[in-house]
Every structure is written in C-alpha cells, then in structure tokens.
C-alpha cells in the first residue's frame, strides 16, 4: 500500500485526473443475487467527493446494463455512467442499434433462455447489445456443460462478440471493451492521467490502455497485468478516500490568480500582465508576439516575474488605473507602486526598438524585489551582472537593463537562471526601476520617471477624454475602449485579438491558443467599435495595415485570416514544452496554425467598416474604394465554397452560415459605399448579393428546427448564427430569425454566457461560453423589442469583468471561472456595442 500511497500523490497533483472504477467486486461487494449488489457507503461516499472536486472526473464502467446500473448506485451528476463493458454510454443506447443488430440480439437472447432452462441456478440478463449467461450459483458440473453448449451454439453465430467474467459469459452484438470506452472518456474530458480499479478480467482491457502517469489497481486475486493490488471493496474505498484527501490537498495549492482579476499595461508595441499582488507576470519583448521575457503566467515562478512585495508578508489593499489611463496604481498599507510602460514620447512609431516598464515605490517600509526574466520562455539561461546603477541582462540580441540607482541587488542561483533580489527600505523618496529593452546604458534621460509617468497619463486619458461614452456602464465602456487601444499595435495599426498565449479555454485541458496576432475580422470589430464612440483615427490606421497586407498578397481572395501585427506571416505553430501551462493547462503554443485555414467572413467586417468610416464623414479615399473592390471580387470568385468558419474548428471544411452571410455582409455595404462615394449603383453586386442571400435562406434554414444552422450539411446551432438578423439579411420580425434566437436561447444560453456551439468539435475537453457570444444575444434581444431581457443578460455579463475591467474570451459557468485570452478584444468589443445599443432604447 505505501507503493500506491506515493503513485496516489503523484497522480494528485496531474491537471485534469479522471477516476474510473469498475462495480460488481470493487464498489460493491460479489452477491449471489446480482439485482441486490449495493456499493459499499464508504467507497459510494468517496466517489461522490472526488466528482465534486473541480479538474476531477469520477466514472463507473461496468458490465451491466446502464439502466440498473443507474438504479443500483443512484449516481449524482457529475458521476459518469458508462454500462455494457463500455457499449452504453446513454439509456438512449438500445434505440441506436440498426435492425440486423437487434435480430441478432434477439436470437442470442433465445438461444441463451433455452440452455438455461437445462439446469439450476442459471439465469439470463439482457442488457441494450448484449446478453449475459449468468452460472454464480449453478453446480459446477452443469455449469461446464452449459458454457460448452454457450460457446459452440450462440457464441459461434457472426458478428457475435464474448466476453468472459467472473461466472459470467456475456455474448455482445457490438464489438467494444472497457478499455475502448475508457480511452473515449479520457479524450471527451480531456483527463492528463487515469486511475482505474477493476476485479474482472474484462478490466484488463482497461488496463491495457493505461500508460505513462496512469494508475492501474487489481482488485481481489487473479493474474493481472495492473502493478498495484487490493484486497477486496472495502480497500477500494479506502484508496478513493486516499485520493480524494490527496487531490484536495493539492488543489488548495494549485490556485493561480484568475485570468480577469489582472491588469493590462501597454505602450501600444507590447503588453505586460500585473497581478493584484503587484507581480509582473506576463511581458513579451519588443513586440506583443515576441518570446516573452516574463512567463510566470504561463510557468509559474521559475518562468520569470517581476514582483513587488512588503517585507513583512501583509498583502495589498488596493489596486486601481489612475484616472483614464494604463498607468497602475497598487496600495499597501504603507507604501504604492505606480507601473506603466512608457508612452511619454507620443506616439508608438516615433519609439520604435524601445519598451520601457516603469515601477516606482513611494511611502514607507521595507520592501523585497524579486528581478527574475527568463530569456525566451526560459529557454534560454539567463544571467545577470550587477552594474552601478542597475542590472543588465547578459547575452541578449538587444540590449536590456534594469535602471535601478541606490538599489543594492544580489544575485540568487536559480537552475540555468539568475534572480537579483533587493530589500528596500522606504523613507519617504520614491524608488524608480526602469526595465529597458533597447538600451544598454545606465543613465536615465532628461525627464525624469515622475514626469514621464505624468505624460503617459496624459496621452491615455487626452484620448480617452475625446469619446463619446454611453451613460449605460460608462465606466466599464471607456475601460474596454482604452483596452482596444491599448491592443492597436502603434506602428502599423494593426489590433491584436487579445494580450496573451494559450490562456486556457478547459482548465487543465488542450485549448490553448495563441492570440497574440492581427485577425482581419477581429480588428475591423474591434476598430468599427472605438468609430462608434467617435474616435477613427484607429480605424484609419487599421484600413492602413489592411492595403499592406493586400498589396503583399497573390491575390485578394487569398487573403489568410490573420498576421502578425507587421503585417506578416504568423509563422508554423509550435508547444513550449517546457512550460506547466496556466493551472496545468499544456500544451503551451506559439504561432496559430489557424494562419492557413480557409475563412471567408473575413471580408466582410473590413467593407462595414469602410462604410461605417462614411457614416461618420471620415476621410475615405480612392485607395479604399480599391480596397472595396477587392473584397467584393474575392467573395464573387469564393462565396460558395465551404470553409471553415468564424470558430476556426480544426475538421474538414463546411458551408458555415455565418461565413455565407458575412459574404452577402461584403456585397451589401459595398453596395451602399458605392452609391456614397460614387453616386451610382452597381446591378451585379446587387444581383450577386441576392443570390447569395437566397442560397442562405434556402439552405441554411431548417424547418425540423426552425432555426438557421452552424452550417448547411447539418443541424447544429451555432450563436454566430444569429447574424442572418443583426446583419439585416433578415427582418428582426421574420419568424426563421425570431426561431433561430430561440433556439439559440433555448440551447446555447446558461446563466450569463452563451455557447458558440455544443457539438462535437474534435477537441478534448468542454470550453466556456463566449462573452461576445452573450453580446450578440443581448443585441438580437434588443433588436426584437426584448429590452428587459437585453439588460438583464447585459448586466450579468458586465459583472464577470475584473476588478480593473478586464475581460477574457469566455467564462464557465459551472466552475464560475473565466477562461481563455486576456484581456479579450471580442469581448469589450461587446461591451461598447451592448452599451450603446441600450442607451439608445432608454
């Protein structure tokens, strides 16, 4: 047992931990009469605590039928049922069985019912695609004529699958196993390591499938291919107690700060992540999708930070921007720290090759100063050498220091790494340190940090001051909007989809991506946003960034959906291996292999926006009504193929409905912008816009659902769906549109998120529901005259945003955690449009 008592506390502590157990003779104990097999209280009650743990899965995988399965343990929701050595997985499960199956079921059935009747104390169970020939309580003399008769008689038929228990032979109409269930349930839950607990010899095939972390454990006697043993039941419960205690132990440890509750610092080239607790754990250098040089989000400590700390232990009390500005205040009892990363010299392009992050510490005290980068995700061993002044950053590409005067460091050993430490005490006069990339020396320029703090705040808030806020949430509104402009990438234009890399969207599981790019549709969204509370000059800048990449692609219809802010390529997709991930979840990317996919709604949120730029009598000229005509000729030449979507799904291609639509998007504003700018009217877009809404309405739409679909080869809802209305392809008061809103309430809506979809998308693990998902919900609300319900879903989403207003990509609804990038441009995008909208209905 103190073999399994160290693999149990190993296997404690994986990310996402899936515990499966078989029933008869190891939750229950082996009876003669199979109907009164209970679970033991104590195994029962263990069981129902580890389900209840969060990143833990509890199953029951036996060979019972799932329906008595279900009546014997009485299971609570999140224990995971799977019945028939792994062939029911539902009740529904005997409805799925084609016509020759259930024939052939039925014949064993009979076969099975007639050699019974040639003995005593046999007796027959029919499951949904198996029978079993049960002779537990037979002589034993009969019991070797009646298998004999079993195996030469039914169990010979074709397409007749045996298996063999413990006084049990089970003839089955479809070929699967323990082990093949257990594999399915791992993948669908995306589970990092498996114990498993079996006494049956149809539990070896469980076994067989557990490999590397995975925890196998034989109950009872019996050769075994599982390197752990058990007496009986009562041990079983005793070894899911172990593990509950264990797993619960460590994920009291395991909490990282959640994703919304940190704050966002940008100089409009990079970002950097704060913690509440004044830790820098997040800054890539010199640009947002450069390698980062503090990962400790995505590592933990040893993957670099940047932390402040009172001497004494005491926490923070406050945290908060001052005013309308990325410049970060963090309040302790006797002492602040003030952080921002410098915008003091105007705008981004006149301070290109340079970031610098200020941290100043006023008040008194003592405080510890950890400086710990790491190169490159820390793949690279990072030295530092203590200089007079400061430290500098040995063997970088670009120069980097920490201008630090007064302050006196040591150098702590730290594997490949070097961390400088520094105790401060505090007098009254502030302490200044200077991270700069870029510039090697020492000597700080003619201003001094306090000045530049001040001109920094300037530049934010003289910005943030020319907005036309909403009075609905106002503040949270001018936050989101000084997000998107801290996400425009100064000196090009272009705007990334959010601030970070592989933030998860299933904790512990697999999707994690990099958002760190210029997505087509994300920054036309995004841009069309801040014109909408009078600033343009962003969207100008976009429509820039647009033309140089369309000048540098073979043809428009070509266009990729995303690049780097640089307007190029955002290169292969890769995993840091050596990174835990945030709260386990790996693997850790780079790169977004979404780059090569085919998604043909990116051209329609560049052309809206072009009009919307009219609307607001912006400066368009010659080269944009160019830029109009590319993208009407690339949706004339690719309209009608399938692609693969807004949601980028990794599988074959479909005829996504929103792509369609975001086509006909293309088509119908190029129309207007024609008739703005030239005065005259174009009749074959307005022909090609017709036939593309035609074939949207008629495949689309399914009357058996009476909604529009993910896409036209099926009937799974997708949120994005509802764009056939808030485009105005539709009327609000069509009934496909007011039933596709219902469907999409009925089955995507929980609590206060929206899914994007529930159907299988190849991946392991269940995300959250989309912010902008819930946005567009409140927006189809307003725009069908159901403003109460548009205000109450509104607030529900704006009270998932941070303390600092940050928002990510998703939230779970059933962890009550926000999940994915941060902070997200979709998601304040649909802040700013809720708000507005809501204001204008009163």
Same mark, same amino acid.
């Given at each position: 047992?103190?073999?399994?008592?160290?693999?149990?506390?190993?296997?404690?502590?994986?990310?996402?931990?899936?515990?499966?157990?078989?029933?008869?003779?190891?939750?229950?104990?082996?009876? @003669?009469?199979?109907?009164?097999?209970?679970?033991?209280?104590?195994?029962? $009650?263990?069981?129902?605590?580890?389900?209840?743990?969060?990143?833990?899965?509890?199953?029951?995988?036996?060979?019972?039928?799932?329906?008595?399965?279900?009546?014997?343990?009485?299971?609570?929701?999140?224990?995971?049922?799977?019945?028939?050595?792994?062939?029911?997985?539902?009740?529904?499960?005997?409805?799925?069985?084609?016509?020759?199956?259930?024939?052939?079921?039925?014949?064993?059935?009979?076969?099975?019912?007639?050699? =019974?009747?040639?003995?005593?104390?046999?007796?027959?169970?029919?499951?949904?695609?198996?029978?079993?020939?049960?002779?537990?309580?037979?002589?034993?003399?009969?019991?070797? /004529?009646?298998?004999?008769?079993?195996?030469?008689?039914?169990?010979?038929?074709?397409?007749?699958?045996?298996?063999?228990?413990?006084?049990?032979?089970?003839?089955?109409?479809?070929?699967?196993?323990?082990?093949?269930?257990?594999?399915?349930? *791992?993948? *669908?839950?995306?589970?990092?390591?498996?114990?498993?607990?079996?006494?049956?010899?149809?539990?070896?095939?469980?076994?067989? +499938?557990?490999?590397?972390?995975?925890?196998?454990?034989?109950?009872?006697?019996?050769?075994?291919?599982?390197?752990?043993?058990?007496?009986?039941?009562?041990?079983?419960?005793?070894?899911?107690?172990?593990?509950?205690?264990? *797993?619960?132990?460590?994920?009291? %440890?395991?909490?990282?700060?959640?994703?919304?509750?940190?704050?966002?610092?940008?100089? !409009?080239?990079?970002?950097?992540?704060?913690?509440?607790?004044?830790?820098?754990?997040?800054?890539?250098?010199?640009?947002?999708?450069?390698?980062?040089?503090?990962?400790?989000?995505?590592?933990?400590?040893?993957?670099?930070?940047?932390?402040?700390?009172?001497?004494?232990?005491?926490?923070?009390?406050?945290?908060?921007?001052?005013?309308?500005?990325?410049?970060?205040?963090?309040?302790?009892?006797?002492? +602040?720290?003030?952080?921002?990363?410098?915008?003091?010299?105007?705008?981004?392009?006149?301070?290109?090759?340079?970031?610098?992050?200020?941290?100043?510490?006023?008040?008194?005290?003592?405080?510890?100063?950890?400086?710990?980068? /790491?190169?490159?995700?820390?793949?690279?061993?990072?030295?530092?050498? $203590? /200089?007079?002044?400061? #430290?500098?950053?040995?063997?970088?590409?670009?120069? #980097?220091?920490?201008?630090?005067?007064?302050?006196?460091?040591?150098?702590?050993?730290?594997?490949?790494?070097?961390?400088?430490?520094?105790?401060?005490?505090?007098?009254?006069?502030?302490?200044?340190?200077?991270?700069?990339?870029?510039?090697?020396?020492?000597?700080?320029?003619?201003?001094?940090?306090?000045?530049?703090?001040?001109?920094?705040?300037?530049?934010?808030?003289?910005?943030?001051?020319?907005?036309?806020?909403?009075?609905?949430?106002?503040?949270?509104?001018?936050? @989101?909007?000084?997000?998107?402009?801290?996400?425009?990438?100064?000196?090009?234009?272009?705007?990334?989809?959010?601030?970070?890399?592989?933030?998860?969207?299933?904790?512990?599981?697999?999707?994690?991506?990099?958002?760190?790019?210029?997505?087509?549709?994300?920054?036309?969204?995004? =841009?069309?946003?801040? $014109?909408?509370?009078?600033?343009?000059?962003?969207?100008?800048?976009?429509?820039?960034?647009?033309?140089?990449?369309?000048?540098?692609?073979?043809?428009?219809?070509?266009?990729?959906?995303?690049?780097?802010?640089?307007?190029?390529?955002?290169?292969?997709?890769?995993?840091?291996?050596?990174?835990? %991930?945030?709260?386990?979840?790996?693997?850790?990317?780079?790169?977004?292999?979404?780059?090569?996919?085919?998604?043909?709604?990116?051209?329609?949120?560049?052309?809206?926006?072009?009009?919307?730029?009219?609307?607001?009598?912006?400066?368009?000229?010659?080269?944009? &009504?160019?830029?109009?005509?590319?993208?009407? !000729?690339?949706?004339?030449?690719?309209?009608?193929?399938?692609?693969?979507?807004?949601?980028?799904?990794?599988?074959?291609?479909?005829?996504?409905?929103?792509?369609?639509?975001?086509?006909?998007?293309?088509?119908?504003?190029?129309?207007?912008?024609?008739?703005?700018?030239?005065?005259?009217?174009?009749?074959? &877009?307005?022909?090609?816009?017709?036939?593309?809404?035609?074939?949207?309405?008629?495949?689309?739409?399914?009357?058996?659902?009476?909604?529009?679909?993910?896409?036209?080869?099926?009937?799974?809802?997708?949120?994005?769906?509802?764009?056939?209305?808030?485009?105005?392809?539709?009327?609000?008061?069509?009934?496909?549109?007011?039933?596709?809103?219902?469907?999409?309430?009925?089955?995507?809506?929980?609590?206060?998120?929206?899914?994007?979809?529930?159907?299988?998308? %190849?991946?392991?693990?269940?995300?959250?529901?989309?912010?902008?998902?819930? @946005?567009?919900?409140?927006?189809?609300?307003? !725009? $069908?005259?159901?403003?109460?319900?548009?205000?109450?879903?509104?607030?529900?989403?704006?009270?998932?945003?941070?303390?600092?207003?940050?928002?990510?990509?998703?939230?779970?609804?059933?962890?009550?955690?926000?999940? %994915?990038?941060?902070?997200?441009?979709?998601?304040? #995008?649909?802040? #700013?449009?809720?708000?507005?909208?809501?204001?204008?209905?009163?």
């Amino acid at each position: 047992m103190n073999d399994l008592t160290h693999e149990l506390e190993r296997i404690a502590a994986v990310p996402v931990l899936l515990v499966a157990s078989d029933y008869d003779g190891t939750l229950a104990p082996i009876v @003669s009469d199979p109907a009164q097999a209970k679970p033991l209280r104590e195994a029962a $009650v263990a069981l129902r605590m580890l389900a209840t743990l969060p990143q833990t899965h509890v199953a029951i995988i036996s060979g019972r039928a799932l329906r008595d399965l279900a009546d014997l343990t009485n299971p609570p929701e999140d224990v995971h049922l799977v019945g028939s050595h792994g062939s029911e997985f539902d009740l529904d499960f005997a409805t799925s069985l084609s016509p020759e199956t259930s024939k052939l079921r039925d014949r064993v059935l009979e076969e099975l019912s007639q050699i =019974a009747t040639k003995g005593t104390g046999f007796s027959v169970e029919q499951k949904p695609a198996s029978i079993a020939f049960h002779y537990r309580n037979a002589p034993d003399d009969e019991a070797d /004529r009646a298998v004999k008769a079993v195996m030469s008689g039914p169990a010979a038929l074709k397409g007749v699958f045996t298996k063999y228990g413990k006084k049990v032979v089970e003839l089955g109409v479809v070929s699967t196993d323990k082990g093949q269930a257990l594999e399915a349930m *791992r993948h *669908r839950l995306g589970a990092s390591a498996v114990v498993f607990l079996g006494d049956d010899k149809t539990d070896e095939d469980a076994f067989a +499938t557990l490999t590397g972390p995975d925890i196998a454990v034989k109950v009872g006697p019996g050769e075994t291919r599982a390197p752990f043993r058990v007496d009986g039941p009562e041990d079983v419960a005793k070894v899911l107690a172990k593990l509950g205690e264990l *797993r619960t132990e460590w994920l009291k %440890g395991s909490e990282a700060v959640a994703i919304e509750q940190h704050a966002m610092l940008s100089d !409009q080239r990079t970002v950097a992540l704060v913690t509440p607790n004044a830790s820098v754990t997040w800054l890539c250098l010199p640009r947002i999708d450069s390698p980062a040089l503090f990962a400790d989000l995505l590592g933990g400590p040893s993957a670099g930070h940047f932390s402040i700390k009172a001497a004494d232990g005491s926490l923070p009390i406050e945290q908060r921007y001052t005013g309308d500005s990325l410049v970060l205040q963090t309040r302790w009892q006797g002492f +602040t720290t003030t952080d921002f990363l410098d915008c003091s010299g105007g705008r981004p392009s006149q301070r290109a090759g340079r970031a610098d992050l200020f941290r100043i510490l006023e008040g008194g005290g003592r405080v510890v100063v950890d400086f710990a980068p /790491r190169l490159d995700f820390g793949r690279v061993p990072t030295r530092l050498i $203590v /200089r007079d002044g400061g #430290i500098e950053v040995e063997d970088t590409p670009d120069p #980097i220091v920490l201008r630090s005067p007064g302050v006196k460091w040591r150098l702590v050993e730290e594997g490949n790494h070097h961390t400088a430490r520094a105790e401060i005490d505090l007098d009254q006069e502030p302490v200044v340190l200077h991270l700069c990339h870029g510039s090697g020396s020492m000597r700080d320029g003619v201003a001094s940090a306090k000045d530049k703090r001040l001109l920094t705040e300037v530049y934010w808030s003289s910005w943030a001051d020319g907005l036309a806020i909403p009075n609905v949430e106002p503040e949270l509104v001018r936050r @989101s909007a000084l997000v998107l402009k801290g996400l425009c990438y100064g000196p090009t234009g272009a705007v990334s989809a959010a601030g970070t890399t592989s933030l998860p969207e299933h904790i512990g599981g697999v999707r994690n991506w990099d958002y760190r790019f210029c997505w087509l549709r994300d920054g036309a969204m995004a =841009a069309a946003a801040l $014109v909408k509370l009078g600033s343009t000059a962003e969207a100008m800048h976009f429509l820039d960034w647009v033309l140089g990449v369309v000048d540098n692609c073979d043809s428009p219809e070509r266009l990729r959906p995303l690049y780097t802010v640089t307007g190029g390529s955002a290169g292969p997709e890769a995993e840091l291996g050596q990174l835990a %991930g945030y709260r386990g979840s790996r693997p850790v990317r780079v790169g977004n292999s979404a780059a090569a996919q085919v998604q043909l709604d990116v051209f329609g949120p560049i052309v809206d926006l072009v009009a919307l730029l009219l609307d607001h009598d912006a400066p368009v000229s010659s080269n944009h &009504w160019r830029l109009v005509e590319a993208m009407v !000729q690339a949706v004339r030449q690719r309209w009608h193929e399938p692609d693969h979507g807004i949601w980028e799904i990794r599988r074959p291609r479909r005829h996504h409905v929103h792509s369609k639509v975001m086509c006909w998007v293309t088509v119908d504003r190029a129309i207007k912008i024609s008739g703005h700018l030239l005065g005259r009217d174009r009749e074959d &877009w307005k022909r090609l816009r017709d036939e593309i809404a035609k074939d949207v309405i008629e495949h689309g739409f399914k009357q058996a659902g009476n909604a529009f679909t993910a896409a036209y080869d099926d009937t799974d809802l997708d949120a994005a769906a509802l764009y056939v209305g808030l485009t105005g392809l539709l009327d609000p008061q069509d009934p496909r549109y007011l039933g596709t809103l219902d469907a999409v309430e009925k089955a995507l809506l929980l609590g206060p998120t929206v899914y994007r979809y529930r159907s299988d998308d %190849g991946l392991p693990g269940y995300e959250g529901g989309f912010h902008i998902c819930a @946005s567009w919900l409140v927006e189809a609300y307003a !725009q $069908v005259g159901r403003v109460a319900e548009a205000k109450t879903l509104f607030n529900q989403i704006v009270s998932l945003a941070g303390p600092t207003g940050m928002m990510s990509e998703q939230y779970g609804p059933k962890t009550r955690r926000a999940l %994915g990038n941060v902070p997200q441009a979709y998601s304040h #995008i649909g802040v #700013i449009e809720n708000a507005l909208t809501l204001e204008r209905l009163g």
